[in-house]
């Protein structure tokens, strides 16, 4: 199923993939997306946009709490901008901290080339209790 997900939001997120955002890891409760900065990722500032960095890793998180095969939806997010980016991948790992029958929460840490964290995020998901097919 994990295998799945991936193959269905690298493929249907047309806003992740509008943005050079891929899935490369989903298992249960955890998943990891990369993006490749480019020009587009920019701000006026000329760092990556926090909307860049924020949809990195929502992406990771939608994957990792809809990877058990039921459809999830955020209801919360939450970004702490940690250390500016500028060039090169950004990678986000998403975990789960905690699940139930309808909630659960993820941790979301997003990553430059050299393994610092620029950002952390937490998510919290309601299974809708769908299956996803």
């Not at 047309?14 to 955890?30: D, E, Q, S, W």
């Not at 990792?64 to 980016?85: D, E, H, Q, R």
């Amino acid at each position: 199923m994990s295998e799945k997900i991936k193959e269905l939001l690298n493929e249907n997120d047309m806003f992740a993939k509008y943005n050079n955002i891929r899935l490369t890891v989903v298992r249960k409760g955890y998943a990891e997306a990369e993006m490749v900065i480019n020009k587009n990722h920019i701000n006026a500032a000329g760092i990556v946009q926090g909307g860049a960095i924020f949809t990195l890793a929502d992406l990771a998180f939608g994957a990792a709490s809809n990877s058990y095969g039921t459809l999830a939806l955020s209801v919360n997010s939450t970004i702490s901008f940690i250390k500016p980016a500028k060039k090169g991948k950004l990678k986000a790992i998403a975990k789960e901290v905690s699940k139930s029958k309808r909630i659960s929460l993820y941790q979301i840490e997003v990553k430059n080339a050299q393994d610092e964290t620029v950002a952390l995020m937490q998510g919290v998901a309601y299974s809708k209790g769908t299956p996803i097919e």
